[in-house]
């Protein structure tokens, strides 16, 4: 199936020179949402045992949820500042339009455990490596880092150092 067709291409947001990869006609479509998380999960390493599957706010919810269903694994939220209710480890990082913090809770990972972690979009890789780095301070071992889309041209991939996979790239 042709998913390429259900992301669409937003100029100029959240600001003037961004394309942003709207993924929300993707959502919407029930056999496209399905097909998305079926093909995620296909992309983990099938002889690694996924123990946690986290998703990064927002966007990275939806699918993340569905992926970790997939793998019997469970569910890590990584939350913006302010966000998550318990004790929390935090780290800052730059977006291809920004600056923000993201937070862990604390409790969210045992050392030793096998972690995926999915978002919708890689772009420069400064979210992505952020959460590789809340991963580890926790002692948990980042198995793959998995998207839906990749933008190349902007080589977010060379900055992280575990094993990026993704259904489309730009
Ligand atoms: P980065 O840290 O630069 O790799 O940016 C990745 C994060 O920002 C992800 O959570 C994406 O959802 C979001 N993002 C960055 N660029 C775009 C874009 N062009 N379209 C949609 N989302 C984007």
Redesign the pocket.
Known sequence: MNIQELIRDIPDFPKPG?????ITPLLADAYALVYCADQLAGLCPAHVKIDKVIG?EA??FILGGMIAQRLNAGFIPVRKKGKLPSKVNSKS?????GEDVLEIHKDAIKAGEHILIH??????????KAVCELVEELGGIVVQCNFIME?DF?N?KDRLQTTVASLLNY
């Open positions: 961004i394309i942003f990869k709207d990064i966007r990275g990082y730059g977006l291809e339009y978002d919708d979009v890689l772009a420069t890789g400064g979210t992505a933008l902007l977010g």
